[in-house]
């Protein structure tokens, strides 16, 4: 799989960037839009040949207006130069809006694609990925994107129709003084190319530098405690103050680059109306062409010369958007890993779920030789509770993570209501199944919003519901603003219990079939436990629950309890059973649930 870091070496090298190429990629959005591209484009050849009229009437007034000694004619000449420079601002405002709303609509559709691909995403991408680096794709990839196809685009058909139109009538006007200027033209576009294939390897590099610092700035920014509990600040200020300072660098090269590129241009265009002036000058004298003509080969001469010179800056950002079409392209182009087979197996519905593992084997792809889960037979009934224990590492959560399909078994199979997992629409094994982690994801929601995550079509008598078999309602009737209350970005202003009775109301909510429990006792008091416990006895009421116990009181009430050590099922047995029979699992419920038992005893 190419995960967003690999991609970056991999085009960095620049084998796959030499053309525009990657801006097609944006092409099936601009036909989403055909009346307004049409619009844009006819307002665009409008306004670029009314410019290219100036030059003609500035001439005949010159030449027949003052000549002519007529007050009448020149008056004529002046009305119909202000009738053609109205029609030459309406036809730019035209544009200017047309061109504008097209990369606004464009890089706002791209943005919403990209987004969407990104949540449809297998985890294993997001083992290896950086959320921060894909942010700043999002962000600003896309604002290069919008650049390009609204300014940038627009400027450069605008000065390719003046250009051309330009040439065409310096050729009518002066055969022999256009020779003089379209000579110097190659000795122009030569090193445009090559200064553009400069600009945009560069202006790629600094891209990517500055989508490695976001990344770094987003996972420091969101561990600002911990920081500031190893007193990191001057070091991450520091880290980060150097990928900013590559990444300027690398702008700085492209922007020299760029800025040579232009010094050139002005300079070859410049020499050569020079040599025009001169030679048309002395033309003039010999009366092989009149002070008119003269005057309009200048303009279109100077017409050609500022669109070549503004081609050439276009050129560079048009080159710096396919950079950025090409970076989106390739988060675009990352197919999720887990994806519904072409046609999925409906779950078959039972009131409660049946969970089948069939030696099932599973390794995490950035650690393929370390099997996690090994050859593990398990049948859990409809309604059953099974308690998971084991050392840590053992694969617990990976259990859950496959169950969830998140990932798939290396081999083996897991079954629910007697479907395999791999026949199923994800989104749809998903549906029957609620998952109560061990670390609450909280968002910067309000408390209502938190809860309904579980369902968002709820009622808020339904999220008031929830949240009392949560025996989440107390905390939240005290709250200044009840279940309106804004929680802080991942929830930083509740404390760990209150995170996680959210957590199952959103459970409550779901109203799956399958549970998954996670237990978590460290972040919690007495008080808040037994809060906790009560909640979590009454969700599992009848439904099929899998359980990593960490807490005694789970694992009595547990049907069977499963001990997993290194991937592997040890033990299976109920906690009498386990405790006499003295294996790992006596040990384990020894030192674990040794202090609760002295506890219970006080
Ligand atoms: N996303 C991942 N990528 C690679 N390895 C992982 C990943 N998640 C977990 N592991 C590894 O898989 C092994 C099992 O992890 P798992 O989280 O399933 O254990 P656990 O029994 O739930 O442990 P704990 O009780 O500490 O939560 C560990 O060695 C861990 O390092």
Redesign the pocket.
Known sequence: MADASASNAQTQNGKTRKSLRPLTRLLPYLARHKVMVGAAIAALFSAALITLVLPAAVRRMIDYGFGADDPALVNSYFAVLIVVVCALATASSVRYFLVMWIGERVVSEVRSDVFAHMTRLS??FY?GAKSGEILSRLTADTTQIKAAFGASASLAMRNLIMFMGAAVMMVVTSPRLSVIVLAAIPVILIPILGFGRQVRKRSRFAQDTLADASAYASEMLGSVKTLQAFTHEDRSAGRYAASVEAAFQAARKAIMARAALTGFAIMVIGASIVAVLWIGASDVFSGRITGGELSQFLLYSILAAGSLAALSEVWGELSQAAGAAERLSELLDIEPEIAAPAHPVALPETPRGAIHFDKVSFA????EH?P?VRDLDLSIAPGETVAVV????????????LLMRFYDPVSGAIRLNGASLTDLDPQDLRRHIALVP?DTAIFGASIAENIAYGRPEASREEVVAAARAALAAPFIDAMADGYDTMVGERGVTLSGGQRQRIAIARAVLKDAPVLLL?EATSALDAESERLVQQALDKLMEGRTTLV?AHRLATVLKADRIVV?ED?RIVETGTHADLSAAGGLYAKLARLQFGAEKEAAAV
Do not use: C, E
């Open positions: 985890a294993s083992d995490y792809r950035n650690a370390m996690v084991g050392p840590s590492g053992a694969g617990k959560s990976t259990l859950f993570s061990q996670d990593i997993m991937g």
